[in-house]
């Protein structure tokens, strides 16, 4: 899995909170998502800046943590592989950790509720 960010502003870049465990990491993360039509869900994903407590639980046999960012509840993430640069790829689907902007839907009024 690799990441690139996206060439719009969206998503998420900035202070987090990993929990591994029983630890809470002090990371800087980038993160974006987007709905998947073929599920229904939404999917997000990004990477956590290099970090030496980050790469130490990965390399520790971590795969699996939550992450929170300000007040907002943890959400559980997958952690994956380090890039050349020493970054750990994440992502995690449903809510995301971070605020979607509101968006509103137009509905078709069915044929039977119209008459």
């Not at 993360?29 to 997000?44: A, I, N, Q, S």
């Not at 990477?47 to 130490?56: E, K, L, N």
């Not at 993430?77 to 449903?94: C, F, K």
Request: negative net charge.
């Amino acid at each position: 899995m690799s990441w690139t960010p996206p060439a719009e502003e969206s998503g998420y870049a900035g202070p987090a909170v990993l929990l591994v465990g029983e630890r809470a990491l002090d990371v800087t993360v980038h993160l974006d998502g987007h709905l998947e039509p073929l599920d229904g869900r939404f999917h997000w994903y990004g990477r956590i800046d290099r970090s030496p407590a980050v790469a130490a639980a990965k390399e520790a046999g971590a795969t699996a943590a939550e992450l929170s960012i300000g007040d907002r509840a943890p959400v559980a993430l997958r952690l994956a592989e380090r890039d050349a640069w020493g970054h750990v790829q994440v992502s995690g689907t449903g809510r995301p950790p971070y605020p979607l902007e509101q968006v509103e839907v137009d509905l078709p009024t069915p044929a039977s509720a119209a008459g």
